[in-house]
C-alpha cells in the first residue's frame, strides 16, 4: 500500500524551539514538495525538489525555515526558532515527474499539525 | 498569477441527491490540470478527480464528474447519490503541465445530511 508518510502526526512545542518535520515519499517518487495550510492563508506551496534538488523554495521564510532531502526515502523541513504564527497543519506530498514534462497527481501526506505555544 | 476561487465556503446537501461544487480559475496558459481534492477529518487530501485540459470530454469517477468549460475557465464537481462519507473540505486546485506547484482554491465545506 503505497503511501505518503510523515512524522509526527501532531506536534506541540514551546516558542524559539526547533522544530523537524518528517516525510517519507512514495517509493519511485521523484518530486516532493512541502505545503502548509492555515485558515487565513488556505493551502500555499513552500518548497519542492525534483530528484533531491530544491527547485522551487521562494515560498519559505528563508530565515527560519529549511528543507533537504537527505535522500530519496526521506524528506526533512525544519523551523528554527519556531514561532506562534507557525502553527499550522504542514503537508508532504509526493509525485513522479518525467523528462517529456509529464506528470502524475500529487499524493499527499496525513500531514504533520504544529503548535507552537 | 494563476489563481483558483471557490466562491461557495459552505454547502450542504441530503443524502442520496446531487450537489455541485464550483469552482473558477485564472490562467494564461493553454495547457493545464485542474484537479478536485477532498479533507475529511482525518485532514488526509484525498484526490477524487483530474482533467487534462486539452481533452473535452469531462471526466467522471463513479459518483464523481466535472463539468469542464474551458473558455469560461469554469471546472465544477457534481457527486450524485451523496453518502455520508463523503461530509469533507473539497479543494479546487491548478496545475500547469510544466510546473509541479498546486494552486489551491480556498475550499468548500460540504455537510450531508441523512
Known amino acids: 500500500d503505497a503511501r505518503v508518510t510523515q512524522t509526527p502526526r501532531d506536534k506541540v512545542t514551546e516558542m524559539g524551539q526547533e522544530v523537524t518535520m518528517r516525510c517519507q515519499p512514495i517509493?519511485?517518487?521523484?518530486?516532493v514538495f512541502w505545503y502548509r495550510q492555515t485558515m487565513m492563508q488556505g493551502l500555499e506551496l513552500l518548497a519542492y525538489f525534483r530528484n533531491r534538488a530544491p527547485l522551487d523554495d521562494s515560498g519559505m521564510p528563508k530565515d527560519r525555515f529549511s528543507a533537504e532531502m537527505p535522500d530519496a526515502t526521506l524528506a526533512t523541513l525544519k523551523i528554527q526558532p519556531s514561532e506562534p504564527r507557525d502553527s499550522a497543519v504542514y503537508f508532504c506530498?509526493?509525485?513522479?515527474?518525467?523528462?517529456?514534462?509529464?506528470?502524475?497527481?500529487?499524493?499527499f501526506g496525513q500531514g504533520t499539525r504544529l503548535t507552537v505555544v | 498569477a494563476q489563481t483558483v476561487t471557490q466562491s461557495q465556503p459552505e454547502m450542504s446537501v441530503q443524502e442520496a441527491e446531487t450537489v455541485t461544487l464550483s469552482c473558477t480559475y485564472d490562467t494564461s496558459e493553454s495547457d493545464y490540470y485542474l484537479f478536485w481534492y477532498k479533507q475529511p477529518p482525518s485532514r488526509q487530501m484525498i484526490l477524487v478527480i483530474r482533467q487534462e485540459a486539452y481533452k473535452q470530454q469531462n471526466a467522471t469517477e463513479n459518483r464523481f464528474s466535472v463539468n469542464f468549460q474551458k473558455a469560461a475557465k469554469s471546472f465544477s464537481l457534481k457527486i450524485s447519490d451523496s453518502q455520508l462519507g463523503d461530509a469533507a473540505m473539497y479543494f479546487c486546485?491548478?496545475?500547469?503541465?510544466?510546473?509541479?506547484?498546486?494552486?489551491f482554491g480556498q475550499g468548500t465545506e460540504l455537510s450531508v445530511k441523512p
Open positions: 486546485a491548478y496545475r500547469s503541465r510544466l510546473r509541479r506547484k498546486l494552486i
Open positions: 506530498a509526493s509525485g513522479l515527474a518525467t523528462g517529456t514534462g509529464t506528470n502524475t497527481e500529487a499524493f
Open positions: 517509493l519511485g517518487h521523484n518530486t
